[in-house]
């Protein structure tokens, strides 16, 4: 009986270190595979065309945030299929850009263009793509994972009136408001703690 004790209890010592490590493991999976989107962009909401030329499009978006790309800039563009084929919205553009520094570089001119620009923000007829004036987002390529974190934690900073919510190198932050730190929200247990 108690040589049975001994071994259960050593069996559920196991399983407990393998679980942690488990979760060690995965948790460097998950930031190797955000690392490796780390010249990766998303081009958002932009109307799709039967004639349509990626890569003019994107060089268009550089031309107008002043931040020039060129087709040697870019090492990959595609549209990508929709995760909800239901939805309405036209897919999304993949884009990898040749170094980490150039995707900042154009993310930064996007945000600054929407600051400069509060009544006229990034739309497709600043694009040239159509005159109906529909938004379009510039984003980082997140993973499934951070993409279902960053939208819970969109969702939790509306609860809790959170002023702010980021994605910078793949880290999903929040912040109540300009006289507050900001919270990297590295899990969902990170966000369940926000009050």
């Not at 998950?30 to 039967?50: A, F, G, I």
Request: some cysteine; charged content about 30%.
């Amino acid at each position: 009986m108690h040589k049975h004790g001994s071994v259960t209890e050593h069996l559920k010592k196991e399983n407990e270190s393998l679980r942690i490590e488990l979760n060690i493991l995965s948790s460097r999976v998950r930031t190797m595979d955000q690392l490796s989107r780390s010249s990766n962009l998303e081009l958002q909401c932009v109307p799709e065309h039967k004639s349509e030329n990626l890569l003019n499009t994107v060089k268009q978006l550089g031309r107008v945030v002043n931040c020039p790309i060129n087709d040697s800039d870019i090492l990959y563009c595609s549209r990508v299929a929709k995760n909800n084929p239901k939805s309405s919205r036209p897919r999304t553009i993949l884009v990898k850009l040749i170094t980490p520094r150039l995707r900042d570089s154009l993310l930064a001119s996007t945000i600054m263009y929407n600051k400069d620009h509060p009544k006229e923000k990034l739309n497709s007829s600043s694009l040239g793509i159509d005159d109906k004036k529909s938004a379009i987002y510039v984003s980082e390529n997140l993973t499934m994972e951070n993409k279902s974190l960053h939208a819970a934690a969109r969702l939790r900073a509306k609860q809790l009136n959170y002023k702010y919510v980021w994605v910078r190198g793949g880290r999903i932050y929040v912040r109540k408001g300009p006289e507050f730190e900001s919270v990297y929200i590295r899990n969902s247990d990170t966000l369940n703690k926000l009050t």
